[in-house]
């Protein structure tokens, strides 16, 4: 028999399902990806209107795993599912409940775990965590992180997520919910941050956070001359900022030097409490290469103690920028196959 | 036969030894203390006198080690010694090293768990970590943190130590040294750390914090009036700012706000990382009670994203002052009997 687990992940507006192996080769995934019950379509939620968009939506994804399992399974009769990994925000791990996801139309906690194990009684391992610690886990059994026993997954894209693997597997915390560095304090009172605190490291170091750097050194510069003053606020992108640093643009580099900095410090902060053998960065704004590397690595090292200097390594993450989602949630299966020896 | 572990805290001035049992209590404690090798009596430190003093401290360390264990032993026959725990400042509880101590006149790295294993070949389990680690193990097998499986230890003395609980262990990290909450940037460019750092949370919450910000609000306000402008900033302690706030000093009362203040969004930024179930306070400044864990406690929930909420316990510790060096080390002990079982 060949193993294979499935990934699936709730995405905001789509949900993601695919057929991953052991080696992280996707066998299977479904295109275009299937809709998330939207909360903009669903205003006055109730808890009876809550559940029968659940009722409908977990009918739905448990006809496409059946769908993906069918057609690995016509390919190659030999194959055998031994899990579903499921990554979703405010995903508990315990529990396997979604919990008041502010992005989800649901009231609520939501056994999510549960309904679908209810249409698969014959797998063994169906686990749930939020996006960013499967994109950890994803890292250690395919990834960059293979072999590594404590590293730190950050993730930079709309937001700022991470999966903090301590001693070989995922910090949960007491109640499945850790790992939130985006919203450890960065700047006392600074930037409001998109969950209502203020100064988080997700309100700076981010796709969004980059952005709202350009137009802060737009400002203290009034830097009409800069290619970014060309580009409205709701356009800007970090691929825009990187492309402007690439034609030499002195904001555009302002911006990922200053970004740098401050996820630096912030990086040290997350080795004082973890001292972690390396941290991956992945998604957009780590696509930037050496201009948030660079920056990010002095930082780190000239803001921490001298026990923990030159021991931490500033990765780029290996999974691929398209797949992590699945990939993430099909390496939650075989941890749970790993613990259960 | 009834197992008992020895317990060993290598202080900048003294070193603690004594005998502990599985319940916590203290069998037997060498008084006074022995002295610790002296930084300022060795000026000009070579790698040849470090030896010198190691091979000469390791001597006398490991007669006062015997001379415990016949006490024991001669009082109740039964009685096994399973382990020695060892808490020194940067001990590396991986190679059982304490490497480049500031505080202690050793040059580089010294094997002191392999020293100690050398005179005493028959105790299994010999183990090293540094002094808040330890306390943190303390408080799991013998305080307040029995039956937890992820809490935190911050020990607030001269400085801010701490010990990190994650699923039932220590987290030590990839070198051995995680868990330097203290040193977490927590107001950027700040005051001067003793370690070279800026705006650590040690500066700022800990006795000698305490201390700065007395004179800094007396400073703020010329506050001559305050029954704390009397004293000479050299002799400030804790105890005179909790005796004035029992008084009603406002500059007193002010002091133990702002420390709550910043310490709760600090131990805010410890859960988004770890989700712990309880913190554990210890040491004088956690003392002053209410004056203190009210604003920790209120300022940790307002910084706090929604899902951690009132769910974290801010909880004195259980282990009594003078005892914490020797408990928490001997608790390293019964901690790896677990772990071998």
């Known amino acids: 028999m060949r193993q294979v687990a499935i990934g699936i ?33 669903n205003p006055t939620m109730t808890g009876a209107v809550s559940e029968e968009l659940i009722e409908k939506y977990i009918a739905n994804l448990s006809s496409e795993i059946k769908t993906a399992i069918e057609t690995v399974q016509q390919i190659n009769p030999e194959i055998e599912v031994v899990g579903i990994g499921i990554g979703a925000p405010n995903g508990n791990y ?18 999510f775990a549960d309904l679908i194990q209810a249409n698969f009684p014959a797998i063994k391992h169906i686990k ?58 960065l ?29 802060e050194l737009l400002t203290q510069y009034n830097a009409t001359e800069s290619e970014l003053a060309k580009v409205p606020y709701s356009d800007m992108t970090a691929k825009i900022v990187y492309d402007a640093a690439e034609n030499g643009d002195p904001i555009a580099k302002e ?28 998604g957009g704004a780590a696509a930037a290469g050496e201009y948030i590397f660079k920056p990010t690595k002095e930082s780190m090292e000239r803001h921490l103690l001298p026990v923990f200097r030159n021991k931490v390594k500033i990765l780029p993450s290996k999974l691929k920028e398209g797949s992590v989602a699945i990939i993430g949630a099909s390496a939650l299966v075989w941890k749970e196959m790993e613990k259960a020896k």
């Open 94 to 111: 315990y529990t396997g409940n979604i919990e008041n996801a502010a992005n989800l139309p649901f009231v609520g906690a939501v056994a």
């Open 255 to 282: 911006v990922f030097q200053n970004t740098g900095e401050l996820l630096g410090r912030s990086l040290a902060d997350a080795v004082h409490y973890l001292s972690p053998e390396a941290i991956f960065l992945f």
């Open 187 to 215: 700047i006392p009172n600074g930037r409001l941050c998109g969950c209502g605190g203020y100064g988080h490291l997700e309100a700076y170091c981010s796709a969004t956070g980059i952005k709202r750097t350009v137009y």
């Open 9 to 41: 992940d709730v995405g905001g507006t789509n949900t993601a399902i695919g057929v991953v192996d052991h080696e992280g080769n996707i066998l299977y995934e479904k295109k275009p990806q299937m809709a998330t019950p939207q909360k903009r379509e």
């Open 128 to 185: 749930l965590t939020n996006d960013a610690n499967a994109a950890a886990l994803g890292e250690m059994i395919y990834g960059g992180g293979k072999g590594m026993k404590n590293f730190l997954m950050i993730t930079l894209g709309t937001g700022l997520g991470s999966g903090l693997i301590v001693d070989g597997d995922l910090v949960y915390g007491a109640d499945g919910f850790a790992g939130e560095v985006g919203h450890t304090t």
